[in-house]
């Protein structure tokens, strides 16, 4: 897949770590203000679009590999799987409980409170960032059969 | 009267769906239906001259409980809009995989299957 | 021994089992099996112990005016061993079926998904929490039907999928009807503050029936029903008829009774 011409490829060099740092904000201040895990995770996997539109596939590739990318899939689900599993094993709180918040509760209007749902939107941001990574590199795959309109 | 508006998108949306033949237009009906009843959802929980549910530090705890639009519908919304876009990727790939099969986009022209 | 607090492992075994089971790679085929045989049994063992246990479980704590209940009452049960027998069978067929195909983990964990699905709605009292499961099994078996990769799969796949979809949305538009009418999204407490004679409670019912009706291939609406039957792969076949028109059979009475109990 061609990139684009030198000025998106400038512009895209100097600006894609700072979209990945403007979702990792919204990610962890979504108990506090609108955003939370599914936003920063879309506004992640974003950067890795803008790198793939403008130096092409291979450039990505590069960047985060497509077996990376299915790892950090299953490694957010694990989390998130797995804290839900712990407030099911710990006796006397059900399944997917807040036990944090139960057993040391942080301080209120601050990022390191309400417990697990920070847990669960760092685990949910990885999970569709990487996700929605991968469905736009397998998609961009398939580009040679079809009639191109613009590319020279 | 704006809900109204909202069922007219929803009845535009299928009426894409169930009259158009080309797969992209059908994908791009569907997921107008699933914007319109998203939009119908948020705006059931609006009460007049209400305010962000959100409490921050500075503000006022009962007013802002008192007079917030419903926050239930919202955490709904997300839901379903993230359920709208596991549906839309699953939709657009199958429909490259398809026209790397058949050659075409038209949906009258891929009838292998019979029954 | 057996208590209401085993009620959450028929949703926790299917869904880690998904997941655990995709980081491996194409060349590790006998622990995979392995994998996927223990849970599908592990499942199935679980759902005949839990025959005659009756009960809520609140997840997460929450009292039930602000949380999800898991309810198990007859129905649930008589469903929950329908499903996981067909899956714990499906599962011992398709490990030699499915030989021939690449990427034999990917078809167990989008098997897992659709039976985490299923089992969901059989114990939700929730009436959004079954329209999440209902969701999460349906978009699985959009995926396995066109499993294989042949023309005639990706096809039925693809009008499946679009029949699938325009359900989905006259289910959810039902749900906001309802939720607009009685400000809960327990079916019970829906069941007890609904007013049948109302004229939006009605158009709620009608879009739920049709909702359902699309999904399940009812008679008003069984056209597209041949299309998917013919070509998956057979153990998704199986699986995939049976249970899932079943269970949306079954579940077109069961929001629809458990809400307007008075009219139906």
Same mark, same amino acid.
């Given at each position: 897949?061609?990139?684009?011409?030198?000025?998106?490829?400038?512009?895209?060099?100097?600006?894609?770590?700072?979209?990945?740092?403007?979702?990792?904000?919204?990610?962890? &201040?979504? /108990?506090?203000?609108?955003?939370?895990?599914?936003?920063?995770?879309?506004?992640? !996997?974003?950067?890795?679009?803008?790198?793939?539109?403008?130096?092409?596939?291979?450039?990505?590739?590069?960047?985060?590999?497509? =077996?990376?990318? /299915?790892? $950090?899939d &299953?490694?957010?689900v #694990?989390?998130?799987?797995?804290?839900?599993?712990?407030?099911?094993?710990?006796?006397?709180?059900?399944?997917?409980?807040?036990?944090?918040?139960?057993?040391?509760?942080?301080?209120?209007?601050?990022?390191?409170?309400? @417990?697990?749902?920070?847990?669960?939107?760092?685990?949910? @941001?990885?999970k569709v960032?990487?996700s929605l990574?991968?469905v736009?590199?397998? #998609? !961009? /795959?398939?580009?040679?059969? $079809?009639?191109?309109?613009?590319?020279? | 009267?704006?809900?109204?508006?909202?069922?007219?998108?929803?009845?535009?949306?299928?009426?894409?769906?169930?009259?158009?033949?080309?797969?992209?237009?059908?994908i791009?009906?569907l997921v107008?239906m699933d914007?319109? +009843?998203?939009?119908?959802?948020?705006?059931?929980?609006?009460?007049?001259?209400?305010? +962000?549910?959100?409490?921050?530090?500075?503000?006022?705890?009962?007013?802002?409980?008192? /007079?917030?639009?419903?926050?239930?519908?919202?955490?709904?919304?997300?839901t379903s809009i993230v359920i709208s876009l596991g549906i839309l990727a699953l939709m657009v790939s199958l429909a490259?995989? #398809?026209?790397?099969?058949?050659?075409?986009?038209?949906?009258?022209?891929?009838?292998?299957?019979?029954? | 021994?057996?208590?209401?607090?085993?009620?959450?492992?028929?949703v926790?075994?299917p869904l880690?089992?998904a997941f655990?089971?995709n980081?491996?790679?194409?060349?590790?085929?006998?622990?995979?099996?392995?994998?996927?045989?223990?849970?599908?049994? !592990?499942?199935?063992?679980?759902?005949?112990?839990?025959?005659?246990?009756?009960?809520?479980?609140?997840?997460?704590?929450?009292?039930?005016?602000?949380?999800?209940?898991?309810?198990?009452?007859?129905?649930?049960?008589?469903?929950?061993?329908?499903? &996981?027998?067909?899956?714990?069978?499906?599962?011992?067929?398709?490990?030699?079926?499915?030989?021939?195909?690449?990427?034999?983990?990917r078809y167990?964990s989008l098997l897992f998904l659709m039976l985490a699905g299923m089992n969901g709605v059989?114990?939700?009292?929730?009436?959004?929490n079954m329209y999440v499961f209902l969701e999460i099994a349906a978009i699985a078996s959009y995926a396995l039907v066109g499993y294989?990769?042949?023309?005639?799969?990706l096809?039925a796949s693809f009008k499946y999928a679009v029949m699938g979809t325009v359900s989905s949305t006259?289910i959810l #538009?039902?749900?906001?009807?309802?939720?607009?009418?009685?400000?809960?999204? &327990?079916?019970? +407490?829906?069941? =007890?503050?609904?007013?049948?004679?109302?004229?939006?409670?009605?158009?709620?019912?009608?879009? $739920?029936?049709?909702g359902?009706?699309l999904k399940?291939?009812?008679?008003?609406?069984?056209?597209?029903?041949?299309?998917t039957?013919?070509?998956s792969?057979?153990?998704a076949?199986?699986n995939i008829?049976?249970s899932m028109?079943?269970l949306s059979?079954?579940?077109?009475?069961?929001?629809?009774? !458990?809400?307007?109990?008075?009219?139906?």
């Amino acid at each position: 897949m061609k990139g684009m011409s030198q000025i998106v490829k400038v512009i895209a060099e100097l600006v894609k770590d700072f979209i990945i740092l403007f979702g990792i904000y919204i990610i962890l &201040n979504g /108990h506090l203000s609108p955003g939370g895990g599914f936003a920063g995770g879309v506004i992640i !996997a974003a950067s890795y679009i803008l790198i793939t539109l403008a130096f092409g596939r291979e450039r990505a590739m590069k960047e985060l590999s497509e =077996r990376g990318s /299915h790892l $950090l899939d &299953n490694f957010g689900v #694990l989390l998130f799987w797995a804290i839900a599993v712990l407030g099911w094993l710990i006796p006397g709180q059900a399944f997917f409980s807040n036990f944090i918040q139960r057993f040391a509760p942080g301080s209120p209007y601050n990022i390191l409170t309400s @417990g697990i749902i920070l847990v669960c939107n760092i685990a949910i @941001g990885i999970k569709v960032g990487a996700s929605l990574f991968s469905v736009f590199t397998a #998609l !961009a /795959h398939f580009e040679s059969p $079809l009639k191109g309109d613009d590319e020279e | 009267m704006i809900y109204s508006l909202c069922l007219v998108l929803f009845i535009l949306g299928l009426y894409c769906v169930l009259t158009k033949k080309n797969l992209i237009k059908i994908i791009v009906g569907l997921v107008i239906m699933d914007n319109a +009843v998203n939009l119908f959802f948020v705006l059931l929980g609006y009460r007049t001259n209400g305010t +962000v549910p959100i409490i921050t530090n500075d503000a006022e705890k009962s007013m802002i409980m008192q /007079h917030s639009v419903d926050p239930i519908p919202q955490a709904l919304v997300l839901t379903s809009i993230v359920i709208s876009l596991g549906i839309l990727a699953l939709m657009v790939s199958l429909a490259i995989r #398809l026209y790397e099969k058949y050659g075409t986009f038209d949906i009258t022209k891929i009838r292998k299957l019979k029954g | 021994m057996i208590s209401i607090k085993f009620l959450p492992l028929f949703v926790i075994i299917p869904l880690g089992s998904a997941f655990i089971l995709n980081i491996f790679e194409r060349k590790v085929k006998l622990l995979t099996d392995l994998i996927a045989s223990i849970a599908t049994g !592990a499942l199935f063992v679980l759902s005949i112990l839990m025959f005659g246990v009756k009960g809520n479980y609140y997840v997460g704590g929450w009292p039930s005016q602000f949380g999800i209940t898991l309810v198990i009452d007859g129905l649930s049960s008589y469903m929950l061993v329908t499903i &996981n027998m067909i899956a714990f069978i499906a599962i011992l067929f398709s490990i030699n079926y499915m030989e021939k195909f690449t990427f034999k983990s990917r078809y167990y964990s989008l098997l897992f998904l659709m039976l985490a699905g299923m089992n969901g709605v059989s114990i939700t009292g929730d009436i959004f929490n079954m329209y999440v499961f209902l969701e999460i099994a349906a978009i699985a078996s959009y995926a396995l039907v066109g499993y294989g990769g042949k023309a005639e799969e990706l096809e039925a796949s693809f009008k499946y999928a679009v029949m699938g979809t325009v359900s989905s949305t006259l289910i959810l #538009l039902g749900i906001a009807l309802v939720y607009s009418q009685t400000s809960a999204l &327990n079916m019970a +407490v829906i069941g =007890r503050n609904i007013n049948t004679s109302d004229s939006l409670s009605i158009l709620a019912l009608i879009f $739920l029936f049709a909702g359902f009706g699309l999904k399940a291939a009812v008679v008003p609406f069984h056209a597209w029903k041949g299309t998917t039957a013919a070509l998956s792969p057979k153990p998704a076949k199986r699986n995939i008829r049976a249970s899932m028109l079943k269970l949306s059979e079954v579940f077109i009475f069961l929001p629809i009774t !458990a809400i307007f109990r008075a009219e139906v």
